[in-house]
């Protein structure tokens, strides 16, 4: 017995906007959570009903974010990776969340291990299978993500204080 | 630890979805599914003398109309296995059936003009239900009769089971069926909704 698609979308809508957010960055996020249910709706009529759908889904946005920051970025340089650096993402103005540009300024391994586990709900041995490495360099890639948005933000709200 | 959590707070808050962004994300995505052909049917919900009705639709036309006491959850689920899973909330392809409803609910509109899907009824079911429009805009007739011109006169009962499972009721008028004593038999819909129907239709 499979739900509706519209249950799916009701219940996943958001998780998967935060996930295309972090990953994609806050421009391309829309494009890349359009693509993702696109992509998912494909696909749902052969989607196994004990699937869980939610990791289903963090798959699929993974691939359509990484897609989307690819071709954004393949003018400047074609690479098998993401684009390090603040290359891809940009900041709209009525968004003035400073942590934007740490983020931008993470490893994508570390990225990606947070945008899955904190707000996708992946278990890392399956963003693991995922990025590829073990599961422990996934933890390993989130903690450390953490620790430097950690650094990033006490410095910037050291900086409120001295300006 | 909670140094940790306050940076977990700062992500959940920059990557907040507010219902607007997720609204505009909606009708994104019906509209591109509905170009891609991914969509199965559409749904939306209307008002109505008699209820709340829930109007669906596929690529070939209207395809239910269920009532309140049908459970509309239990019929989107029937729904997803015959139609198709992929089906959406998507009021804006409904807009021109809810507006000719209204305006039959209103009394200004006596015949409709909808493309109808009839794939979810079949065989002499669906003839009957078919040969409904042909009872005039506020007359009736029994199931006798309507057995009686479909050819069968003696499928009264199965004329009865039909109408009992019209998927288009309103559109194709089985409330203007009733018992050859006058009374009202039955309705998917319970039987005070079918007495407000043919009240309306008396009146206008």
């Known amino acids: 017995m499979k739900q509706p698609f519209e249950h799916v979308v009701a219940q996943h809508a958001a998780t998967v906007l935060r996930v295309c957010r972090f990953v994609a960055g806050p421009n391309d996020a829309d494009d890349a959570w359009a693509e993702t249910f696109i992509s998912a709706m494909r696909a749902y009529p052969t989607l196994p009903p004990e699937a869980n759908v939610q990791a289903w889904l963090v798959r699929i946005a993974h691939n359509r974010s990484i897609d989307i920051v690819r071709s954004r970025s393949t003018h400047a340089s074609p690479s098998e990776t993401l684009p390090h650096q603040d290359s891809t993402i940009g900041l709209p103005e009525a968004q003035d969340h400073e942590i934007w540009i740490s983020v931008a300024q993470l490893p994508p391994k570390q990225r990606l291990a947070i945008a899955y586990h904190y707000l996708g709900g992946l278990p890392f041995k399956e963003i693991a299978e995922i990025l590829g490495g073990t599961t422990e360099s996934v933890r390993k890639a989130s903690s450390d993500g953490i620790k430097a948005l950690r650094a990033s933000i006490i410095k910037n709200s050291a900086q409120e204080v001295t300006r | ?204």
């Open chain 2, 1 to 204: 630890m909670s140094s940790d959590n306050e940076v977990l707070d700062a992500i959940t808050t920059a990557t907040q979805p507010d219902q607007a962004s997720i609204d505009r994300l909606h009708s994104r995505l019906v509209e591109l599914s509905a170009i891609e052909g991914l969509l199965d049917a559409s749904y939306t919900f209307m008002q109505s003398p008699i209820g709340e009705l829930m109007l669906v639709a596929s690529d070939a036309g209207l395809v239910k109309i269920a009532f309140e006491n049908e459970n509309f959850e239990q019929v989107l689920v029937d729904l997803s296995e015959r139609l198709g899973p992929r089906m959406l909330l998507a009021p804006e392809r409904l807009e021109h059936v809810e507006l000719e409803l209204m305006e039959y609910f209103t009394g200004a509109r006596k015949h409709f003009d909808l493309a109808l899907d009839l794939s979810l009824t079949g065989g002499f079911r669906q003839l009957v239900q078919q040969h409904l429009v042909q009872i005039d805009y506020g007359s009736t007739k029994s199931y006798k009769e309507v057995a009686e011109s479909v050819g069968n006169p003696k499928a009264s009962r199965a004329v009865g089971s039909a109408c009992a499972t019209n998927p288009l009721p309103i559109v194709l008028p089985c409330h203007r069926v009733l018992r050859s004593d006058g009374s009202l038999g039955g309705y998917a819909g319970g039987l005070p909704a079918k007495r407000i129907l043919l009240d309306l239709e008396s009146a206008a």
